[in-house]
């Protein structure tokens, strides 16, 4: 790409604060600029580059006041990260991969739109409907009767298990595992479990990214529901019969237990555990390593296992660290007390 | 499938409450119960539905005593999760996959048994043994020696290392590794690591289910071992050299390190993690994301990180919510203490 | 393999204590060891075995002092871990396989070096560079442009995205993915999130061992890096544009999050979980199941949710299952405090 520093700030709408003529070439990180790099600024844990950076240009919010002098060019923008987000994907849109690889294997009554792409060795079973679009990675497998909507990308790897159906614009990476059977068995009086059938399946809707190796199990009956917007890392399982409500974002490693109701707008951090049966409301945030061991009500933030008012665990934590003194203070009470009551006998 | 209330009812040995003559057409949940649906109610958090529920039967246990007036028909019986299982099942029995891919890729010297399926791009490599009725979906890899035993059904990618032996009538979901190397490694004095080479195997046996993606590594020498019953989630790692006992149940993402014998009938809740070199007795009983530090002694049941006696855990964490509380009321009483010594002299 | 007592500690610079014409014709373990076998004694957990153990020699430390008769022969050397390793791996080196599968699929203008062997159902990209001795095993996919080093291992369906490089001398357990996109999404005012475009890859040196399903993310811009030596476990989780020094070691589960630069020498107990943009020195220590919410020093040994200094951790978890005793003795002192003021007035 080569581009001038004012051609780049007319197509996000940006204001340039500098040389508009610096040519740009390709993007580059504020810490490690380079000679024609387009850089941003987002997160003030990065605002000491600002002033050192070798990018030629960064992009920095409109109300970036400078502490110092800045030597680079900027190009201010109500939210710098998003706009560099839309520029590197305008750069990286590359003609997308179309053709079915002579190497797939593709059963009867498959129905497939415009545009498809199947790689190696994916395999495709009966009666799927995949949408215009589709693009199939290596070694998938679509199992009977499931439909795939429009632009839905499954990287390699990833299997999709009978009956599930996945929106429009989705992407599931690497290895993913939809509607695979949940975990449930019935106890019985000599110890032994018997498997319950899981009858039901799951749909994902539209704008849905599934991260690697993520597992989303199919309901026993009726669906396992991933609403629209949602976004996973990987490594998560979310068993059967849950759902989770629009634009809720988990990063990896999160457990969500059977027929668990997560609301909408909800931020997860890493390897929080929910138990089953509950409902999340909307807007819910929780801290990484957390435990939800109840329901929880909307724009509810929780931290800790089992996860209470986050401000509150905070200053909990904060003092379960200094434990022995609090611990020591009490057996010097008791000490004194008992001199105390000594005196006056 | 149309069935009345009195066929499923004699089919499960239960007794009608109701109109014997209502006609079944499937399966619902008691929640969103619909015309012609069976549902059952196992779980007290449901009672309340059945009150309301427009499924035309429901199973209930024997002894529910309603509490208000019922407007479906009841089927009783001693319980009903079982019996609804069992009646699923038996509708979802579907004649079984058979017969072999064009797109499989079969080693000489594969021995197997009658109506075994191989599913696309299944590779068998050498000296294989599989059972009767063992079904093989896309994309697994069964390497050198492998045994897998009759009415196994390894569900989509499966891979199983070489010499492993798995037993009748298990199911390993998609994505599942038996028996990929222990991670077994010795450090050297300048800070590198020399691998050791693991050169045992995994014995899976008889009605063990493993969830999608776990992982059950090769021993070092000798099996990690499985037994019998065995039921697994997803996403679970256990080591090499591990044992897990009869029947034992384990929700998703659990953890156990090398060397870990766990006894029979013990239940693990999700996210668990459990020390290397431990022996865990029968009946043991761990909440979720507890952390396993010490030998457990059987019938236990164990909470927290580093895990202790539930009960007392349950205490511990309560007060835990309040540290900011109890450390004013130190802080209080000493300052009266100071008080009083101080009118004292 | 049929070896004296003697060669065998003549091939590991040993000294044999006991009967040297002694014959070898397997690997044991010390509890359960067999006429002909070899066992290892490390772990002291062990030491009791040494003096009931059916093996026939034994490798121990040059410092082990007997406390009982011993039956078996002994070969003492400095490091007998490390040395049983090496004899294994001695012992483990099959012909390695090599040869490429007719089932696999492999793209044009794909450069490799000798002795490689590619199995069933292998997918290769274009332009992909594969070393000398690499062996890649069914159901890989290798994507556009990889670089893959002398001697690299890739167990069955490992997954390396486009344009990664990986080392010399590497291992890849079974479904590791190099390379998924990182998670970055920016978060919009009407709460959907833009995918953020993930630019870079993934760089892992030298030496490195990479578990079963474990997922190493590519970076926003620029590369993660795995430096030399490192050894993962199973189900690890590093995040777009982390680093992780050399020889740092990680048991399964753990999560690192993105942009975390992970010093040299480091242990990590499994199931640990890193927040992000953090840098931890090097030769860090951090148990099991501990929560690291800031920059750490080197040298440090941590833990806890969130962590602390291990030893202070330890002392306030010892506590903290006395809570309900010690808030007790608080409100004991409460009423005895109020007792002693009543008195006075």
Not at 45 to 53: D, L, N, R
Not at 123 to 137: C, F, M, P, R, T
Not at 269 to 293: E, R, Y
Not at 295 to 322: Q, R
């Amino acid at each position: 790409m080569i581009f001038t520093v004012k051609e780049i700030a007319d197509v996000i709408g940006g204001i340039v604060e500098g040389n508009p003529d610096a040519v740009i070439t390709k993007f580059s990180k504020i810490e490690a600029g380079e000679e024609g790099g387009l850089s941003f600024l987002a997160n003030t844990k990065y605002t000491p580059h600002i002033y050192t950076t070798k990018a030629t240009a960064v992009l920095v919010s409109t109300e970036f006041v400078p502490t110092e002098p800045i030597l680079t060019t900027l190009i201010r923008i109500e939210e710098p990260y998003v706009a560099f987000a839309k520029l590197m994907a305008f750069y990286n849109q590359k003609k997308g991969k179309t053709g079915v690889s002579k190497h797939a294997a593709i059963a009867e009554g498959v129905v497939w739109g415009k545009d498809v792409y199947i790689g190696d060795f994916v395999s495709i079973a009966e009666n799927v409907v995949l949408g215009d679009n589709v693009k199939i990675y290596p070694h998938c497998y679509i199992a009977e009767g499931v439909r795939i909507g429009d632009n839905t990308v499954l990287n390699a790897g990833v299997t999709i298990h009978h009956e599930c159906i996945i929106g429009n614009n989705c992407t599931l990476h690497a290895g993913a595992i939809i509607g695979a059977d949940g975990f449930g068995f019935a106890p019985q009086k000599d110890n032994q479990y018997v498997k319950i059938p899981q009858l039901g399946n799951v749909i994902i809707e539209d704008n849905v990214d599934i991260g690697a190796q993520t597992c989303i199990d199919r309901s026993t009956l009726g669906s396992t529901i991933i609403h629209k917007g949602v976004k996973l890392c990987n490594f998560i399982q979310v068993a059967h019969n849950c759902e989770i409500g629009e634009n809720t974002v988990m990063a990896a490693q999160c457990g969500i237990s059977g027929s668990t109701k997560i609301g909408k707008n909800c931020v997860f951090g890493g390897q929080v555990g929910v138990n089953w049966h509950l409902t999340i409301g909307d807007n819910v945030q929780v801290g990484a390593q957390s435990a939800i061991g109840g329901h929880v009500k909307e724009n509810a933030t929780l931290l800790g296992t089992p996860a209470f008012k986050a401000s509150d665990c905070i200053k909990s934590y904060a003092m379960f660290k200094y434990l022995p003194n609090y611990v020591a203070r009490i057996e010097e009470l008791e000490k004194e007390i008992k001199e105390l009551k000594k005196e006056k006998e």
